[in-house]
């Protein structure tokens, strides 16, 4: 029988992408990638870890800011490419620059517009 | 000035991610793609249209079922390459399984499992 790592369509790089969604509000907090060791390493651990991209390697989220998230739920999707992390956001949220979310800038008629200020200074 | 599309990140193959929310509920819906085409159309015409990678054109969200999103507000990522379409969803919902959500699968201690029924038969 699969497990359900190898039912998961990883992408030609070996991730797959996550959503981000606190368990409470339902906001959403921000987009991150996973690769297979980030996932199992998630539900072991039950906080998020992702993979970073930018930086190549394996990425503790809270681990300098201390803005860990803990899982509480994880969803996939129909076509099985795409999963939803519902977390417990701890501290001043999940962005980098101090606020809940990483969506705070919304469009308006032809411009972003930050709509949401920060929780902390970052 | 720049405006809205330039001050996007586009990736290689001139796309960016669209988390589709429920503007109601704040239920993840979906999750999808856009080039400037189908972001332009889908201000103007305040529905989603998304690229389909799988089909190579412009994607009518409900073409086909009904099932259209109304675009009632649009958001962007901190680091400007992820988009937040939070919509108003008609009919019986997002996905073409006949569910509200494509993400109606959950991990269960090692297994994904069903937890949403079909709203209609697909």
């Not at 359900?4 to 959503?19: A, C, E, F, K």
């Not at 809270?62 to 490419?81: A, F, M, P, T, W």
């Not at 930050?114 to 200074?121: A, C, F, G, L, N």
Request: glycine share 6%; with cysteine; charged share 25%.
């Amino acid at each position: 029988m699969a497990n359900y790592l190898d039912q998961i369509t990883w992408n030609d790089q070996g991730l797959v992408p996550v959503i981000t969604q606190d368990v409470n509000t339902n906001k959403v907090l921000m987009f991150a990638w996973m690769n297979r060791q980030a996932l199992t390493l998630t539900l072991e651990e039950k906080r998020a870890i992702y993979w970073s991209r930018s930086r190549n390697r394996l990425w503790y989220k809270g681990e300098e800011s201390g803005n860990i998230q803990y899982v509480k739920e994880l969803r996939i999707d129909c076509d099985h490419d795409v999963l939803l992390l519902k977390v417990e956001q701890i501290g001043a949220g999940a962005c980098h620059t101090g606020r809940e979310t990483c969506f705070y800038q919304q469009w308006q008629t032809g411009e972003w517009i930050i709509v949401e200020e920060r929780s902390v200074k970052p």
